[in-house]
T-cell receptor, first 111, second 114 residues
């Protein structure tokens, strides 16, 4: 069975400080992992996916298969980064895509 | 148009009512999804449609009945719901049901069952 764990429900850092949101997963197949973000009063949207290996809004995430982790990092936090962040694992069930979300981490950036 | 549109935004219904939630996308996506999100919890998958056929039903009670009339529309018919079914219902779509691609989410319908 697939499972995604985000150990921190809440994370608060000061503007300009580094940010790391933790995500660990459990999956027997080849995982595909995503970070989704939900800003206040906005819809859930993709932030980045491990397969593209790109940086979005200064955020990066590296898939570490040995540690089964996909932590989200940003070297210098900005106030507009305050949001709810979900790590998600995509699996194929009966040929169809299933997204399983972690519990989410609410990130607050203090001025 | 890169949006998934859900109507209504809010719905209050009694336990004996029948209502429907609607979802529409015009991105040419062939996979569409219903998720349920309770307060302070992550979205949980309910149903997956691919090419207008039901692919996944996550053991959802029969009082929730999905329907995909065409590739752009997805409905969720509600009947005899319970107060614990109150939640935010999210619709999503993605380009392909087979590839593990980005899912685009609607704003959701906030449902209250009284």
């Amino acid at each position: 069975a697939q499972r995604v764990t985000q150990p921190e429900k809440l994370l608060s850092v000061f503007k300009g400080a580094p940010v790391e949101l933790k995500c660990n997963y459990s999956y027997s197949g080849s995982p595909e992992l995503f970070w989704y973000v939900q800003y206040s009063r906005q819809r859930l949207q993709l932030l980045l996916r491990h397969i593209s290996r790109e940086s979005i809004k200064g955020f990066t995430a590296d898939l570490n298969k040995g540690e089964t982790s996909f932590h989200l990092k940003k070297p210098f936090a900005q106030e507009e980064d305050s949001a709810m962040y979900y790590c998600a694992l995509s699996s194929l069930i009966q040929g169809a895509q299933k997204l399983v979300f972690g519990q989410g981490t609410r990130l607050t950036i203090n001025p | 148009d890169t949006e998934v549109t859900q109507t209504p935004k809010h719905l209050v219904m009694g336990m004996t009512n029948k209502k429907s939630l609607k979802c529409e996308q015009h991105m040419g996506h062939r996979a569409m999804y219903w998720y349920k999100q309770k307060a302070k919890k992550p979205p949980e998958l309910m149903f997956v449609y691919s090419y207008e056929k039901l692919s996944i039903n996550e053991s959802v009670p029969s009082r929730f009945s999905p329907e995909c009339p065409n590739s752009s529309l997805l409905n969720l018919h509600l009947h005899a719901l319970q107060p614990e079914d109150s939640a935010l219902y999210l619709c999503a779509s993605s380009q392909s049901h087979r590839g593990r691609t980005e899912a685009f989410f609607g704003q959701g319908t906030r449902l209250t069952v009284v």
